[in-house]
């Protein structure tokens, strides 16, 4: 493995470098009074990984801001592998978000140093900082507007960057452009994107499956889930962005319950009811212009079935 490149402050970590997180004396140092650097905040519970080792999962070169339904440019940050956020310090959030890392706030290690587990991390406690403001919640993702700039699509060097950051093929990239010109023209023709799901339920119902992690469950077909859905394609309020019917028909186990989540366009936290987050079921990023966030999809229960009995999990054949 190579040593990052320290050609000025651009691209210093790639993915598969190994890094060990800063101390919280060197981090703070580099947050301005409200505890951010270059407006992205740096959480409590990110404290706890300070003297430990990761690999970098991906670089964070873009996000894509749902709410607002634009691509925005991040600099100088990175995902960790296995690092997302625990909500402890928001009132326990249960999005799972991965965490961006400021490359100010990690140190690059040896050719020959490994990725492990054997520092002690420091206790959010021991790091105390911001965790509203105005009256609501504020962590990264609720501060990505002010934190990234908006991309412009027709912009080349952001689809260079992809095949570099994430190693996405030729063949990949090209159909990620194709569909981005695709549902363009679809949008300009006043057509829903591709992969969009729509219903036709004017009053929309969440059957409760009480699912607890570890179970397996199948999802639904397209059909069934569309029968749950409104003209706006939502149970509830909750949608089904593209991406999410290409599990339908898979087995998953159950990762956890969803009943308390941040919203990141207002930052009030949101009670919801009967919906959960299945193992290994995050968006790709290949319909939001390969936004790299891994977000974890949320599942209504109605959009699922408990399996009984011995089961393993599977992905659909597509």
């Not at 070169?61 to 607002?68: A, G, N, R, S």
């Not at 790091?127 to 990505?144: H, I, S």
């Not at 790709?284 to 408990?306: F, I, N, V």
Request: some cysteine.
């Amino acid at each position: 493995m190579s040593v990052p490149r320290r050609h000025g402050h651009c691209d210093r970590f790639q993915r598969g470098h190994v890094v060990e997180v800063r101390s919280p004396r060197e981090i703070l140092a580099t947050l301005d009074s409200e505890g951010n650097l270059e407006s992205l905040p740096f959480m409590p519970e990110m404290a706890k990984y300070c003297g430990r080792r990761f690999r970098v999962y991906r670089r964070a070169e873009k996000v894509f801001l749902d709410h607002y339904y634009y691509v925005a440019r991040m600099q100088r940050a990175v995902f960790l592998e296995g690092v997302r956020c625990d909500g402890v310090a928001h009132a326990g959030c249960q999005m799972g978000c991965r965490v961006f890392w400021k490359e100010a706030w990690l140190k690059p290690l040896g050719p020959f140093d490994e990725a492990g587990d054997d520092s002690n991390g420091r206790s959010p406690d021991e790091v105390q900082l911001p965790t509203t403001k105005d009256g609501r919640f504020c962590c990264q993702a609720t501060e990505l507007v002010t934190a990234t700039t908006r991309l412009p699509w027709w912009r080349p060097s952001q689809y260079v960057r992809d095949i570099r950051a994430r190693g996405l093929s030729t063949g990949q990239m090209t159909h990620v452009l194709l569909l981005l010109a695709y549902n363009k023209l679809r949008w300009i023709c006043g057509r829903e994107e591709v992969g969009a799901v729509r219903g036709q339920q004017t009053k929309t119902t969440n059957e409760p499956l009480n699912l607890q992690p570890g179970e397996l469950v199948q999802v639904k077909s397209v059909d069934e889930i569309k029968a749950t859905l409104d003209s706006l394609g939502r149970n509830r309020g909750l949608g089904l962005p593209p991406g999410m019917a290409d599990y339908c028909g898979g087995t998953y186990r159950v990762a956890g319950r969803a009943e308390k989540i941040i919203t990141e366009w207002s930052g009030q936290l949101r009670r919801i009811s009967n919906t959960v987050i299945l193992e290994g079921v995050t968006c790709d990023g290949m319909a939001r212009r390969c936004c790299p966030r891994d977000c974890c999809h949320l599942w209504r229960e109605s959009w699922l079935k408990r399996i009984s009995g011995p089961a393993s999990a599977r992905k659909p054949t597509l």
